[in-house]
C-alpha cells in the first residue's frame, strides 16, 4: 500500500501521474487526508515518472479541478479511480451516466458549481481604512473549498479597488496587480460595519417584491448561514411583517392587467389539475386570439426539463409544445445528443401562442414581457411538479422567464445560470436554426443545441 497526500488539485496531478507511471493501481494506493497532521510523516515518496502524462479528456481536467475543492475526504480517491480507468480502456467513462463513480463525482462538480455561484452572490465588502488608502474586505463562509474557483471573477469584477476576501480555511487579496494568498480567519476578526451597510440594506428594500413571497425558496437561494454577512438579511423580518400591505399598496397602483397566472393555479398542483386549471386561464391578452392553451408535456420524473418560448402555429392548433418544423428539428438534435423525448418533460415559458393575422396566415411574434411575467407561475409550478436536476433554457424568452427580464442569449449563455437553485444551460430555440438563411450559420447553431444537450445530459 502506498501512502500519499496531495492538499490542492495541482499536487494531485502530479501525485497522479507518477502514480499512473509505475503502474500503481487505484486498490494500492490510500491517500491522506490534510485535516490530519500527525500522518504526514508516514506518507511515502513516490518514485520519479517513468513516462509521458497520460491523455485524458479535457473535461476531465475541467471537472477535476472543480472537485479537488469540494471537502470530501474522498475526493482525491475518487479522481484517482476515474482517471486509473480513463487510462485502461474506458474513456468514454464520463459520458457513462449511470456508473457509480461518474455519478458521484458529477453530483460533487453540481454542488461545487452552487457553492461558488453563492460565493459571488453572497460576498459584501466593508470599507477600511489602511495608511489614508481604502481596503475592502469581506468574510464568507463557503461550503466547501471554492475560493481558488472565483478569484478571477473578483480580480476582474473588482480590479480597480484593493480588497480581500477571507474564509475560514483561506484568504484572498488584491492590491490593483497580483493576487496574494493566505491563511483563513475566523468571522470575529474581520466582521464589522461601514457607511455602506445601509446602501445594501436600501437596495434591498428597494428590489424586494412582496407579491412573490416564497420563504422556503428564499432560503434555498439565500441560505440561512450567510445571513450574518449578509448586511440585507436584517431587515427581512421587517418586510416580511410589511409584505402584505405592501401588496395591497402595489395592486392599488396598478391600472389594467393586474391578474398573473397565480390567479389561475388550483388548490392541489398535480399535473391533470395543473393542465385542466391552464386551459381556462385569462391572465393575459394573449388567451383571446389563440386556439388554446399548450401546456407542457413528457416523463413527470424527468431527470432534465426544456423550456422554450411559446406555441407556434402547429402547436396552437393540435395542442401539444414542439410539434412544429422547430419541434422536428429538436426532435432531430435530441436523437443526436442521445436524448429519447420520452424521458424529457418539454415545455414553454408562455402557453398561448403570440401572433399577427396576415391574410389567412398567422405571422409569429415574441412575447413581451407581459406575456412572461403573466404566464411565469405555470412554468414555476411545472418545475416544482417536475423537480428536474437540471433546465435547458432554448432562446432568450425562455432565459427571461428563468433567470432575469434582461436576459441576452449572447452574454449570459457562458454564465452560471440557476432556477430556485436548479442549474440552467442555455441556448438557442431550434427556430433560430430555421431562420438561418446561409448553411453555416445554421450548422453553428445546431452544434450549439446538441453540444447543450450533451451538457444537460452529462450533468449529475
Known amino acids: 500500500m502506498t501512502r500519499v497526500w496531495a492538499e490542492n488539485f495541482d499536487e494531485w496531478r502530479k501525485t497522479a501521474r507518477n502514480?499512473?507511471?509505475?503502474?500503481?493501481?487505484?486498490?494500492?494506493?490510500?491517500?491522506?487526508?490534510?485535516?490530519?497532521?500527525?500522518?504526514?510523516?508516514?506518507?511515502e515518496s513516490l518514485p520519479p515518472a517513468a513516462a509521458p502524462p497520460t491523455k485524458v479528456p479535457a473535461d476531465f481536467v475541467s471537472l477535476a479541478s472543480r472537485v479537488a475543492c469540494h471537502r470530501d475526504p474522498e475526493k482525491w480517491s475518487l479522481l484517482y479511480r476515474a482517471l486509473w480507468r480513463l487510462s485502461h480502456g474506458q474513456p468514454h467513462l464520463l459520458k457513462m451516466a449511470t456508473d457509480p463513480l461518474t455519478h458521484r463525482l458529477r453530483r460533487m462538480d453540481g454542488e461545487i458549481r452552487r457553492d461558488a455561484h453563492k460565493t459571488k452572490a453572497f460576498v459584501r465588502f466593508r470599507l477600511l481604512q489602511e495608511n489614508d488608502e481604502d481596503h475592502y474586505i469581506a468574510w464568507h463562509r463557503p461550503d466547501h473549498k471554492v475560493l481558488p474557483l472565483v478569484a478571477g471573477f473578483f480580480q476582474r469584477r473588482f480590479a480597480?479597488?484593493?480588497w480581500s476576501i477571507v474564509t475560514p480555511d483561506q484568504s484572498l487579496a488584491w492590491d490593483g496587480e497580483a493576487l496574494q494568498w493566505g491563511p483563513g480567519l475566523p468571522a470575529s476578526e474581520v466582521a464589522h460595519e461601514d457607511k455602506f451597510e445601509d446602501v445594501w440594506r436600501t437596495y434591498y428594500r428597494a428590489t424586494f417584491n412582496p407579491a412573490r413571497i416564497k420563504i422556503k425558496m428564499m432560503k434555498q437561494e439565500m441560505p440561512v448561514r450567510h445571513w450574518a454577512t449578509l448586511?440585507?438579511?436584517?431587515?427581512?423580518?421587517?418586510?416580511l411583517s410589511e409584505a402584505e400591505t405592501r401588496v395591497e399598496t402595489m395592486i392599488g397602483a396598478m391600472e389594467g392587467d393586474r391578474e398573473t397566472a397565480?390567479?389561475?393555479?388550483?388548490?392541489?398542483?398535480?399535473?391533470p389539475s395543473l393542465r385542466s386549471a391552464a386551459a381556462s386561464c385569462r391572465a393575459c391578452g394573449l388567451c383571446g386570439p389563440a386556439t388554446q392553451t399548450v401546456f407542457g408535456e413528457g416523463n413527470l420524473s424527468a431527470r432534465i426539463m426544456l423550456v422554450?418560448?411559446?406555441p407556434g402555429d402547429e402547436e396552437d392548433l393540435r395542442g401539444r409544445p414542439f410539434i412544429g418544423a422547430a419541434g422536428q428539428l429538436l426532435m432531430e438534435l435530441l436523437e443526436k445528443a442521445g436524448l429519447p423525448r420520452d424521458e424529457l418533460y418539454v415545455t414553454n415559458a408562455v402557453k398561448h401562442?403570440?401572433?399577427?393575422?396576415?391574410?389567412?396566415?398567422?405571422?409569429?411574434?415574441?412575447?413581451?414581457?407581459?406575456?412572461?411575467i403573466a404566464c411565469k407561475p405555470w412554468l414555476q409550478t411545472e418545475i416544482r411538479l417536475i423537480q428536474p436536476q437540471v433546465i435547458v433554457a432554448l432562446g432568450a424568452?425562455?432565459?427571461?422567464?428563468l433567470v432575469h427580464h434582461g436576459f441576452a442569449l449572447k452574454h449570459d449563455q457562458h454564465k452560471d445560470l440557476f432556477f430556485d437553485g436548479i442549474p440552467i444551460y442555455a441556448t438557442w430555440h431550434p427556430s433560430a436554426a430555421l431562420r438561418a438563411t446561409q448553411p453555416q450559420p445554421r450548422a453553428d447553431i445546431e452544434y450549439h443545441i446538441s453540444e447543450t444537450l450533451r451538457r444537460a445530459l452529462k450533468f449529475r
Open 231 to 239: 448586511p440585507e438579511a436584517r431587515i427581512i423580518p421587517d418586510l
Open 19 to 43: 502514480l499512473l507511471a509505475v503502474g500503481q493501481t487505484p486498490e494500492e494506493v490510500y491517500w491522506e487526508q490534510n485535516d490530519f497532521e500527525s500522518l504526514f510523516a508516514h506518507v
Open 262 to 271: 397565480e390567479d389561475y393555479l388550483p388548490p392541489v398542483a398535480d399535473y
Open 353 to 372: 401562442f403570440r401572433f399577427v393575422q396576415r391574410g389567412k396566415k398567422r405571422i409569429h411574434q415574441p412575447p413581451d414581457a407581459r406575456n412572461i
Open 308 to 310: 422554450g418560448e411559446q
Open 397 to 401: 424568452t425562455a432565459g427571461r422567464a
Open 160 to 162: 480597480v479597488m484593493k
